[in-house]
C-alpha cells in the first residue's frame, strides 16, 4: 500500500466530518473545542466536588461511578465508532490556557525527553496506582487524581511551549494515540495538490498578524506580530501526516489552513500500521523503540487490567503473599506488574520474533520492533470488550447516582433515585465482548499477514506463524479471562 494513499494523494474523502452540514459547520467555528472544553470542565468540577464532598460509598457516588464506568466505556466506544473524541474536548488544558493569557512560556520541551518513555511509565504507572490503592472504590482517591492530573497538565504547559504534555508525558493521550490506530476516522490534509501549491503552511506554523503601527511605535516594547491562530501543536505537517498517533483531534490546523483543505475523513482502521513512511512528527514508526514499548505495554496492559478483576488474581496474591511472606500489596502487586508488563512481553515478543525471523537477514531487535505494532488491534479489542462489559452492566446506574447527587443540592423535581436501575444483563454483554475481542484478533492478524509478505515476500507465511500463534494466544487469554466471574467495581449496591 502506497503511503501517498494514506496521506490523501489524489483522493479527496467520501465522507468528513468537516463538510457534514450541522457538525460541520460546529467544528469550523473557532471556539468548538472551547465549549467542548468548558463542558468537560464544568464535569471535571462537579465530579471533584462529588469525590471529595458526596457519599463515599463508591457505586452511590457520581465521581467514582462517572470516571471508572461511564468515562472509560464512552472514551473506547468513542475511538471504536469515531476516533480521538476525548481529547478533542479535554478539559486538562483549560487552566493552561488561562495561564497562558497570562504569560507565554518561552522553554521548548528538552529534546532528551521527546520520546513517549514518560507517558509510557505514567500509563503503567496509573494502571498500577488502579489496583494498589483500589481507586475505583475511593471517591475521594479519585477527586484527588483528577485534581493531580490538572496540576501536572498546567504545570508542564505552563513552563514548556506548544503540547508537550499531550505528545509526550499524557498517559491517557498515549493510550488514545494507540487506540485511535483503530479508528475509522482521522484528520488529514483534503486533497495533496492544494497543499502542495500552498505557500503559507499555516497548518503547521499558524497564523500571524502584525501588531498595530501603534502598538509597536509606543514607547513600551510590543511584539511586532500576534499568532491569531496557533498551527498544530503536535508537530505534524497535514501534507506528511498519516494516520491518527499523536493527533489529539485539536482542530487547529482545521482553523488555520487558510484554503479550508483539512478534512476528518473515513478510512480503513489500522491500515496506517501497514506502512512505514517518514511521519511528520513522528519519523518512521518502524525506528521507534518508544512507540513499538508502548504498544506492547498497551496490549498487555489490557490482559493485565482484566487479570486485576477476576477470581484467580486472587488466589495468585494470596500465594504469593505465603511465599513472599509479606502482605504488602505494594511488593505483590509491583512483581505482578513487573512480570506481566515486563517479564512476559520481553519473553513473548523476543521468542516470537526469533522464530519468525531466524532465517532471514534482518536484525531481530528490528524485526521485534516493526512487528509489535501487529497487537495495536488486540490490545485495544481487550480494552473495549473490558471497559464496554462494565459501561454496559452497569449503563443505568449513572441516573439514580445523578438524581442522588442532584436532591443533595436541592434540585428536587429529578425525582426519588430509581436504585433498581442497573444494565445490560452479562448474558447479552458476553457476545459484545467476544465481537470486541474477535475484531481486535482479525485486525493484528490481518496486519501481521501484511507485514510478513512485505518484508519476506515468497517465504511470508513462516514469518507469519509465530505472530499468529502469539496473537492467539493472547486473544484466547483474553477471552479466558472475560470469561470469568468479574468484580462489579463500582456498580454492584
Ligand atoms: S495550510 Fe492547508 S493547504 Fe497549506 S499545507 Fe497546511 S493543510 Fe495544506
Ligand atoms: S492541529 Fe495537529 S493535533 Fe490538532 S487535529 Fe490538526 S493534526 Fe491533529
Known amino acids: ?18 463538510r457534514l452540514p450541522l457538525i460541520g459547520r460546529f467544528l469550523r467555528w473557532r471556539r468548538a473545542r472551547l465549549v467542548l472544553q468548558c463542558g468537560m470542565g464544568l464535569l471535571a468540577a462537579l465530579l471533584v466536588f462529588e469525590g471529595l464532598a458526596g457519599p463515599q460509598l463508591a457505586p452511590k457516588n457520581l465521581s467514582t461511578l462517572a470516571v471508572w464506568v461511564h468515562w472509560r ?27 497562558r493569557k497570562i504569560r507565554q512560556p518561552v522553554r521548548n520541551w528538552p529534546r532528551l525527553l521527546r520520546k513517549k518513555w514518560i507517558g509510557l511509565g505514567l500509563f503503567a504507572g496509573v494502571l498500577f496506582v488502579y489496583e494498589w490503592l483500589d481507586l475505583w472504590a475511593s471517591p475521594t482517591a479519585t477527586a484527588w487524581a483528577i485534581l493531580i492530573y490538572f496540576g501536572v497538565a498546567l504545570f508542564v504547559d505552563a513552563f ?48 500571524v498578524e502584525a501588531a498595530p503601527a501603534k502598538a509597536i511605535a509606543s514607547a513600551v516594547p510590543a511584539p511586532a506580530e500576534t499568532v491569531v491562530q496557533r498551527g498544530c501543536e503536535l508537530g505534524l505537517f497535514l501534507p506528511s501526516k498519516v494516520g491518527n498517533l499523536d493527533c489529539t483531534f485539536c482542530l487547529d490546523c482545521v482553523q488555520a489552513c487558510p484554503e479550508d483543505n483539512v478534512a476528518i475523513a ?52 494470596r500465594s504469593m503473599a505465603a511465599f513472599l511472606g509479606t502482605q504488602s500489596d505494594f511488593i505483590i ?14 519473553l513473548c515478543i523476543g521468542l516470537t520474533a526469533w522464530l519468525a525471523a531466524r532465517h532471514s537477514t534482518s536484525s531481530l531487535w528490528a524485526h521485534a520492533r516493526r512487528f509489535s505494532f501487529t497487537l495495536a488491534p488486540l490490545g485495544f479489542g481487550v480494552w473495549l470488550a473490558h471497559y464496554c462489559f462494565h459501561f454496559l452492566t452497569g449503563l443505568w446506574t449513572i441516573v439514580p447516582v445523578t438524581q442522588a447527587a442532584l436532591l443533595r443540592y436541592g434540585i428536587e423535581w429529578v425525582g426519588r433515585p430509581s436504585w433498581g436501575l442497573g444494565g445490560l444483563h ?21 496486519l501481521a499477514w501484511s507485514l510478513s509478505e512485505r518484508d519476506f515476500g515468497r517465504t511470508a507465511a513462516k514469518a507469519f506463524l509465530p505472530w499468529a500463534g502469539l496473537i492467539l494466544a493472547l486473544a484466547g487469554t483474553a477471552l479466558w479471562l472475560l470469561a470469568q466471574p468479574m468484580e462489579m467495581r463500582g456498580t454492584f449496591l
Do not use: H
Not at 160 to 167: I, L
Not at 295 to 306: D, K, P, Q, R, S
Not at 428 to 444: K, M, T
Open 333 to 346: 502487586l509491583g512483581i505482578l506488574f513487573f512480570v506481566c508488563l515486563v517479564i512476559l512481553p520481553a
Open 160 to 207: 514548556f511551549r506548544g503540547a508537550p504534555f499531550c505528545k509526550w508525558v499524557c498517559p491517557v493521550g498515549q493510550f488514545n494515540f494507540v487506540a485511535s490506530t483503530f479508528s475509522p476516522f482521522e484528520v488529514r490534509a483534503r486533497d495533496q495538490a492544494v497543499c502542495g501549491g500552498c505557500t503559507t503552511k499555516d497548518c503547521i506554523k499558524g497564523r
Open 426 to 446: 452479562e448474558a447479552w454483554v458476553w457476545p459484545i465482548e467476544i465481537g470486541f475481542v474477535g475484531l481486535g484478533l482479525v485486525g493484528s492478524l490481518g
Open 1 to 18: 500500500m502506497p503511503a501517498s494513499r494514506l496521506q490523501g494523494l489524489g483522493s479527496v474523502p467520501r465522507l468528513d466530518w468537516i
Open 73 to 99: 466505556g464512552a472514551l473506547v466506544l468513542g475511538l471504536l465508532v469515531l476516533g480521538n473524541v476525548f481529547c478533542m474536548g479535554c478539559p486538562l488544558l483549560l487552566p493552561r490556557e488561562l495561564a
Open 266 to 317: 473515513l478510512r480503513v482502521p489500522a491500515e496506517e500500521l501497514k506502512v512505514d513512511p517518514v511521519r511528520s512528527g513522528i519519523g518512521r514508526i518502524s525506528k521507534r523503540n518508544d512507540l513499538a514499548v508502548l504498544t506492547i505495554v498497551f496490549a498487555f496492559g489490557a490482559l493485565l487490567n482484566a487479570f486485576g478483576m477476576v477470581g484467580p488474581v486472587y488466589a495468585l496474591q
